[in-house]
């Protein structure tokens, strides 16, 4: 790429693959604003998705979206999962010039559908949702 950029990737299920096949779409953001569509990588279904796994995994991403020059890269944002956080802590660890940090987008989602599920908890969720209106 040649230029600074952030990595941001999000994993999902294709729907109409057999059992749902796992991707990992990679979308590069430049700080002049500018986003693009990067790739799409398919995930084995069999391997071991630990933070190791996913550290490794943008490791070598960042490798070729930088042609071997991961400094380049500004850092990385991903959706927050545990395992999520544990590959970022892992990220950081690696690449100290790194930002890498979780999508508050993803947080907020996972919050607002926990706040509109109707459940036993739904007492607990008025409180907390009252509290964010403040």
């Not at 294709?14 to 749902?20: D, E, I, L, S």
Request: aromatic share 8%.
């Amino acid at each position: 790429v040649g230029m600074a950029v952030m990595m941001c990737t999000d994993g999902w299920r294709h729907r109409n693959a057999a059992q749902g096949h796992p991707l990992l779409n990679l979308v590069l953001l430049k700080p002049s604003s500018g986003v693009w569509f990067y790739d799409c990588y398919p995930l084995d279904r069999g391997a071991k998705k630990d933070a190791r796994f996913y550290a490794d995994m943008h490791n070598d991403m960042a490798n070729k979206v930088t042609s071997g020059r991961p400094e380049l890269l500004l850092g990385v944002i991903m959706d927050s999962p545990s395992v999520n956080r544990a590959a970022l802590y892992l990220l950081e660890r690696d690449n100290p010039t790194w930002i890498c940090m979780t999508c508050c987008v993803h947080a907020m989602n996972l919050i607002c559908k926990d706040l509109a599920n109707e459940s036993k908890t739904l007492e607990k969720h008025v409180v907390v949702g009252d509290f964010l209106k403040q």
